[in-house]
T-cell receptor, first 115, second 114 residues
Framework: GENVEQHPSTLSVQEGDSAVIKCTYSDSASNYFPWYKQELGKGPQLIIDIRSNVGEKKDQRIAVTLNKTAKHFSLHITETQPEDSAVYFCAATPISSGSARQLTFGSGTQLTVLP | NAGVTQTPKFRILKIGQSMTLQCTQDMNHNYMYWYRQDPGMGLKLIYYSVGAGITDKGEVPNGYNVSRSTTEDFPLRLELAAPSQTSVYFC?????????????FGPGTRLTVT
């Protein structure tokens, strides 16, 4: 089965700086890579995702890059703000027609943005 | 839409007791999932369902059972609770569209087994 490793486990940055979180996956069949943000006491929420047919995707201050050859993908947050403080999870899964889309999650990164 | 709702929010069980964690979604999603989240760990898939009447095991199904009699409801049953089942449980749902694979999570149930 799929195995997803995520680094670092904790990350502190100054407000306005950039933050980068990295994940590696093991199953070459995986083709869908979402990132979820979990605020304290809440369920995770999707913030961005990428499919294997593209190498990069941006949404305002958030971007995700994918290197299929090396089997790793990264989350980049620019101009960090205090409200970006949360736990971030990467995930991976092979999506095909009729598949149940079971996600394998990384272990999470606690991001703290210092004012 | 209320989205995905879970009850209860908190529960303390004694070893050997049983309980059902409730999950309901009002978005007419086909796919539903149960995860557990242990401290400092990611989410592990317990069971999932691709539609009413269809369920299957995930990565960590031992000690749990599920049913899916309607599209809306996906309860998780714990039989003979053990301390190892102390965790936060999340239910999620996902639409059948090929244009979106997003999973929508409920607020979670924090379970302690003592």
């Amino acid at each position: 089965g799929e195995n997803v490793e995520q680094h670092p486990s904790t990350l502190s940055v100054q407000e306005g700086d950039s933050a980068v979180i990295k994940c590696t996956y093991s199953d070459s069949a995986s083709n869908y890579f979402p990132w979820y943000k979990q605020e304290l006491g809440k369920g995770p929420q999707l913030i961005i995702d990428i499919r294997s047919n593209v190498g990069e995707k941006k949404d305002q201050r958030i971007a995700v890059t994918l290197n299929k050859t090396a089997k790793h993908f990264s989350l980049h947050i620019t101009e960090t703000q205090p409200e970006d403080s949360a736990v971030y999870f990467c995930a991976a899964t092979p999506i095909s027609s009729g598949s149940a889309r079971q996600l394998t999650f990384g272990s999470g990164t606690q991001l703290t943005v210092l004012p | 839409n209320a989205g995905v709702t879970q009850t209860p929010k908190f529960r303390i069980l004694k070893i050997g007791q049983s309980m059902t964690l409730q999950c309901t979604q009002d978005m007419n999603h086909n796919y539903m999932y149960w995860y557990r989240q242990d401290p400092g760990m990611g989410l592990k898939l317990i069971y999932y369902s691709v539609g009413a009447g269809i369920t299957d095991k995930g990565e960590v199904p031992n000690g749990y059972n599920v049913s899916r009699s309607t599209t809306e409801d996906f309860p998780l049953r714990l039989e003979l609770a053990a301390p190892s089942q102390t965790s936060v449980y999340f239910c999620a749902s996902s639409p059948p569209r090929d244009t979106s694979y997003e999973q929508y999570f409920g607020p979670g149930t924090r379970l302690t087994v003592t």
